[in-house]
C-alpha cells in the first residue's frame, strides 16, 4: 500500500504531465504557421519625395502602437509582412521630411497598399554661443 504522501506525487505527476501536454498542444496550435499566417497579412508602398516625384530611401516606415517596421530600399518601395489583419496606421518618417500617417485594411492573408508623398522640412537647430 502507497503511503499518503506517494499517492499525492503520483497524481500531481499525473496531473502536471497532462496540464503540460494541454499546454503545448493549445501553444503549438496558436503558434502553427497556417495559423498565424491566417489571421496577418502584408503592407506594401512606395515613398517619395512630394515635389519631384523621386524615391526617398532609408525612411522608417512602422505600424504604429507596435515594434513593426521596415525601411524603405533606394527605390523607395517596402513591404511590411506579418501584420495583424484589421485597421492599421502606417507611418513615414525621415529626417528632414514630414511624417506621414495612413490608415489601411489589412486583409487575413492578403495584402494592402500604402504609397507615401513625403514633403521636405527645414530642420531648425539651436544657436551656438
Known amino acids: 500500500m502507497q503511503s499518503r504522501t506517494a499517492r499525492v506525487c503520483s497524481r500531481l505527476r499525473a496531473w502536471t504531465g497532462a496540464a503540460a501536454i494541454g499546454l503545448i498542444a493549445a501553444g503549438?496550435?496558436?503558434?502553427?504557421p497556417a495559423?498565424?499566417?491566417?489571421?496577418?497579412?502584408?503592407?506594401?508602398?512606395?515613398?517619395?519625395?512630394?515635389?519631384t516625384g523621386q524615391p526617398l530611401a532609408s525612411v522608417e516606415v512602422t505600424v504604429v502602437g507596435t515594434n513593426l517596421g521596415t525601411v524603405t530600399g533606394r527605390t523607395g518601395n517596402f513591404a511590411l509582412r506579418g501584420i495583424p489583419a484589421g485597421e492599421q496606421r502606417i507611418r513615414a518618417?525621415?529626417?528632414?521630411?514630414?511624417?506621414?500617417?495612413?490608415?489601411?485594411?489589412v486583409p487575413a492573408d492578403g495584402q494592402a497598399t500604402a504609397n507615401f508623398a513625403l514633403?521636405?522640412?527645414?530642420?531648425?537647430?539651436?544657436?551656438?554661443?
Do not use: C, K, P, R
Not at 518618417?93 to 485594411?105: E, K, L, P
Not at 514633403?119 to 554661443?129: F, G, K
Open 28 to 32: 503549438g496550435l496558436a503558434l502553427h
Open 35 to 51: 495559423i498565424a499566417d491566417a489571421q496577418t497579412g502584408t503592407v506594401v508602398g512606395t515613398v517619395t519625395q512630394s515635389d
Open 93 to 105: 518618417n525621415i529626417i528632414g521630411f514630414s511624417s506621414s500617417t495612413q490608415v489601411v485594411q
Open 119 to 129: 514633403t521636405e522640412t527645414a530642420i531648425q537647430l539651436d544657436e551656438i554661443v
